[in-house]
């Protein structure tokens, strides 16, 4: 998924805008220089796309999930716990995050990657905006489709052997933003085709 590019610039001036929160709280004023940005939702619906964008017009870093799941039982719980332990972590202590990258066909960890602070960092992939983020994150955007439509996606990227893979994936992410209530925290919502979405009434 390519957004339009007015839609990019209302997202890019809206990090702009936003006042970075990284270091976390207990740092000085004006050590807080990072913005982080975190774009979430359900496999399949076109983050990754999106957070490239979004890294290039920000000319920041990207982390992406699918290098912090330990495989396809990780589920987005593990991505999420890896995301604040190894990145989130650190970062708000005022130091650089460090994550080895999972191979998903070695069934190994490979490289190691340094997240350095910077103006801004991009965030994507399921549990990506899990409740940790909400002391820190500058903008979280959701971004969703039809189940179907991901699951082809999602089986033309990876093949068809995935299918129960990625079909027990879908309940595993389900349960998560469930409890995790992304979409209704998010502070922009995207479909899987980038359009903006309102927001329906909900109860909190």
Do not use: I, N
Request: some cysteine; overall charge negative.
């Amino acid at each position: 998924m390519t957004v339009a590019p007015s839609v990019l610039d209302r997202l890019v001036r809206r990090v702009h805008d936003a006042a970075p929160r990284l270091p976390g709280p207990g740092a000085p004023e004006p050590w807080r220089r990072t913005r982080l940005v975190c774009v979430d939702g359900p496999a399949g619906s076109g983050k990754s796309t999106l957070a490239t964008q979004l890294a290039t017009e920000l000319a920041c870093q990207v982390v992406h999930l699918d290098d912090l799941y330990e495989g396809w039982e990780a589920g987005p719980d593990g991505g999420a716990r890896r995301l604040g332990e190894w990145v989130l972590g650190p970062l708000v202590e005022g130091r650089p995050g460090r994550y080895r990258r999972y191979d998903w066909v070695a069934g190994a960890y490979a490289e190691e990657h340094t997240v350095d602070p910077g103006a801004a960092l991009v965030v994507e992939g399921c549990g990506s905006a899990a409740r940790q983020v909400d002391p820190w994150a500058s903008l979280v955007v959701w971004v969703e489709a039809d189940d179907d439509e991901r699951l082809r996606r999602g089986l033309e990227r990876d093949g068809h052997g995935a299918r129960e893979h990625w079909l027990r994936w879908m309940d595993d992410e389900a349960a998560h933003y469930a409890r995790e209530r992304t979409r209704q925290r998010a502070d922009v919502l995207l479909d899987g085709f980038g359009r903006e979405l309102g927001r329906e009434v909900s109860v909190p």
